[in-house]
């Protein structure tokens, strides 16, 4: 059984394109987050959510918008997508919301935007 | 300013050598330290974690060393096999993420 999922595996668009990535969990934890790998494999946090609290990374654009339909979904919706927004997404999860809890990442999502 | 800094950048090994990989950081005020391995195409898996109190983890031939007082942490691979090829990134917390460039690490036959 998968963990973490995620879908679409590989995502292909135009600029000015609106795209969602979908996000689940069976592993029955209250935290998820989305991760962004660029191509140097460079990962930075976007964004960090249980059912009580999301936390964004101040440097995300507002394009970008996070929606939990449940606390095992996370999905990520992206608006107006730009060139620079080429990357691997990554889903993650934890048991809980402290540093010290062991993050499980999904697949990945790598997204090309032309 | 916050920064973790990986080395080296990559490294090509024969099988069955044993390596070390460092992490530098500057983070403050620290929390854990955390080493991940990624394969090619997937996601990162945790290896180890560690707090300020401690200074060595291990996990298999995997083992991890931290020195708080020099901001240091280093990871040993023993006895490497063809499956260790992969990236090893290195994440300091300290209320948030700070992320490692990732070392490159390739084992040959």
């Known amino acids: 059984d998968t963990a973490v999922s995620q879908t679409p595996k590989y995502l292909v668009t135009q600029m000015g394109n609106d795209k969602s990535i979908k996000c689940e969990q069976n592993?029955?934890?209250?935290?998820m987050y989305w991760y962004k790998q660029d191509s140097k494999k460079f990962l930075k946090i976007m964004f960090s959510?249980?059912?009580?609290?999301?936390?964004i990374n101040e440097t995300v654009p507002n394009r970008f918008s996070p929606k939990s339909p449940d606390k095992a979904h996370l999905n990520l919706h992206i608006n107006s997508l730009e060139l620079g927004d080429s990357a691997v997404y990554f889903c993650?999860?934890?048991?809980?919301?402290?540093?010290?809890?062991?993050?499980?990442f999904g697949p990945g999502t790598r997204l090309t935007v032309l | 300013k916050n920064q973790v800094e990986q080395s080296p950048q990559s490294l090509i090994i024969l099988e069955g050598k044993n390596c070390t990989l460092q992490?530098?950081?500057?983070?403050?005020?620290?929390?854990?330290l955390r080493w991940y391995k990624q394969d090619t195409g997937r996601g990162p898996v945790s290896l180890t974690i560690?707090?300020?109190?401690?200074n060595t983890k291990s996990n298999g031939r995997y083992t991890a060393t931290l020195d708080a007082d020099t901001k240091q942490s280093s990871l040993h691979i023993t006895a490497s096999q063809l499956s260790d090829s992969a990236s090893y990134i290195c994440?300091?917390?300290?209320?948030?993420?700070?992320f490692g460039t990732g070392t490159s690490l390739t084992v040959i036959p």
């Open positions: 592993l029955g934890h209250d935290t």
């Open positions: 993650a999860s934890s048991h809980g919301g402290r540093s010290t809890d062991t993050q499980y």
């Open positions: 959510y249980n059912n009580k609290e999301l936390i």
């Open positions: 560690m707090t300020f109190s401690e």
């Open positions: 992490c530098n950081y500057t983070v403050s005020p620290f929390s854990n």
């Open positions: 994440v300091v917390s300290a209320g948030q993420f700070y």
